[in-house]
């Protein structure tokens, strides 16, 4: 089961993950519409470049928006958890070593001990997130089972991997149940919300781009307000 799941069922998850991902990056640059938009994209492309780098670069600092200010708890929740689903999948000890099986190469990984430490801080972010959703009536009310459903199986590698490393229950049962969750959270991000992984990034500049082009933000030399 677990050869099958490092080998060709990773192959799968792995090129529908980066295939299906290239596809709603593109889908999402043709979709924009000037007239629509009312937005110059070509004719202002530099200025609307620097825009959108501005946007996303905010919005990757803690406290580097108004956003992220006015609501702290979210904000450290949000970091928490992203650092680590950021850090862990691509540096991770074990994960090097189905990468170089894989391909024959392997990324710089980090020491257990700070892997250790990530896992349990992404995990409390993902309470963090949780919590959330249950306490702002704003949120809850907005909250379905689709979004507990995205939240839990994106925790979930977190949970399974941390478990099989400390040895509690049994070791395979827990190390395949890593590897489906982690290959579940592959296969369903070109398809879910978990698209946010590249269309975060596509809406964020998308709005820097306007706020450059249209409304002034060049001549502005504080942050963005959203």
Not at 7 to 22: A, E, H
Not at 56 to 76: D, E, S, V
Request: proline share 5%.
């Amino acid at each position: 089961m677990i050869a099958f799941l490092t080998g060709p069922m990773l192959w799968v998850s792995l090129l529908v993950f980066f295939g299906g991902l290239t596809v709603r990056a593109v889908m999402y640059v043709r979709g924009l519409n000037w007239q629509l938009d009312r937005v110059a994209y070509k004719p202002h492309m530099s200025l609307g470049l620097r825009g959108a780098i501005h946007s996303i670069r905010c919005w990757l600092i803690p406290g580097g928006t108004y956003g992220w200010r006015q609501q702290p708890f979210m904000a450290t929740g949000f970091f928490l958890f992203h650092i680590g689903a950021i850090l862990l999948p691509l540096f991770l000890i074990g994960h090097q070593e189905l990468l170089k099986m894989a391909f024959g190469f392997s990324l710089p990984t980090i020491p257990s001990s700070v892997a250790d430490a990530l896992t349990v801080l992404a995990i409390i972010g993902g309470f963090m997130l949780a919590i959330r959703r249950i306490a702002l009536p704003e949120v809850r009310i907005l909250t379905t089972a689709y979004d507990w459903f995205i939240l839990g199986i994106s925790v979930a590698p977190f949970v399974t991997g941390f478990i099989a490393r400390l040895h509690l229950g049994n070791y395979d049962f827990w190390l395949t149940c890593h590897i489906l969750t982690g290959e579940a959270v592959l296969l369903l991000a070109p398809f879910t919300k978990l698209s946010h992984i590249v269309l975060f990034f596509m809406s964020r500049g998308q709005l820097g781009m306007d706020y450059n082009i249209k409304r002034g933000g060049a001549k502005r030399e504080t942050a963005f307000p959203w």
